[in-house]
């Protein structure tokens, strides 16, 4: 589902926002978070907690109340997810109920804690998972994987028998915006990984923005995605120290705006070990 429109002007104002939750599986709740005119707000400076209550006013207790926790990369264009993966399926066992949830902002530099989204959570008892074999696409952005040694050859065909409908791309960002797709995977690699592109492409090099707009790269369109088509996607921006956020950030800001006008939703992964096929390993 797309990221929800949540509102924040910072008065204490409380969106009132739905979900459904499936009882053992990892669970993601996207919002997009908008200030006035509708723009995206700037959550960088904010901190975030959150919770889901067995009801409004239960305690503190571990069987009564879940931590959330939070996937902040998309923060500066007011993207924020929020994750649940334990917890449901041993204290949230019933089918359905009106399960509890609420969210509170706090700005760093004045310390005021402001709630900006709360609603109810629906738990279907009994989903053991969502299904591996869906056909969805995973996007890395990565510029370099220790030379192309992070991945090997069993690693990739082990994923590949894993979940033989997911679609893999890897989006190089080079200073010429040419991939060098030896800095990315090794031969023996590139032998045998089947990419997403459908025209002999194993790797697409795209530009390395610096947050500047005109040198910004269309990841949505590179990679193909199509609004009513792809719903759901994952997302993996290395940021282990030869790029950051920052390298790609107009690029990653215009991605974020065309997904969430598509009504696509994006399950961002990551990891600090410059691989960039682990984080689309289990369940998306």
């Known amino acids: ?14 969106t009132k ?20 005119g509708d723009t995206a ?42 994750i649940v993966t334990a917890g449901l399926s041993t204290n949230f ?9 609420e969210i509170d902002v706090t700005n760093n530099s004045t310390t005021k804690k402001t ?15 969502s299904d591996i074999g869906e056909a969805l696409k995973c996007i890395a952005i990565i510029d370099e994987s220790n030379g192309g040694t992070t991945v090997s050859v069993a690693e990739w065909q082990s994923w590949r028998n894993s979940f033989p409908k997911r679609e893999h791309y890897i989006l190089q960002p080079t200073s010429t915006g040419i991939a060098i797709t030896s ?6 690699v590139q032998a045998v990984y089947d990419s997403g592109f459908d025209d002999g492409r194993l790797v697409q090099g795209v530009n390395r923005d610096d947050g500047v707009v005109s040198d910004r790269s269309d990841w949505f369109g590179i990679v193909g995605l ?25 690029s990653y800001n215009k991605f974020l705006s065309d997904c969430s006008t598509a009504g696509i939703e994006i399950n961002p992964q990551t990891n600090s070990a410059e691989d960039w096929l682990e984080p689309f390993t289990g369940i998306l």
């Open 226 to 250: 199509q609004t009513g088509v792809d719903t759901r996607i994952g997302l993996f921006v290395d940021v282990s120290g030869s790029m950051t956020l920052s390298t790609v950030q107009a």
């Open 183 to 188: 800095d990315v995977m090794s031969t023996e």
């Open 115 to 129: 709630r900006i989204v709360s609603g109810d959570i629906d738990v279907n008892v009994g989903v053991t998972e």
């Open 93 to 101: 066992s019933k089918n359905s109920p009106r399960y509890t949830y």
């Open 41 to 82: 707000f700037n959550l960088t400076g904010y901190g975030f907690t959150g919770f889901i209550k067995k009801h409004s006013g239960a305690g503190s207790t571990a069987t009564d109340t879940i931590a959330l926790g939070f996937n902040t990369e998309g923060r500066s264009s007011g993207i924020l997810t929020a």
């Open 17 to 36: 926002v739905n979900f459904d939750a499936n009882q053992y599986a990892d669970n993601f709740f996207g919002f997009r978070v908008v200030g006035a």
């Open 1 to 14: 589902m797309p990221n929800k429109r949540v509102q924040f002007d910072d008065l204490g104002a409380t």
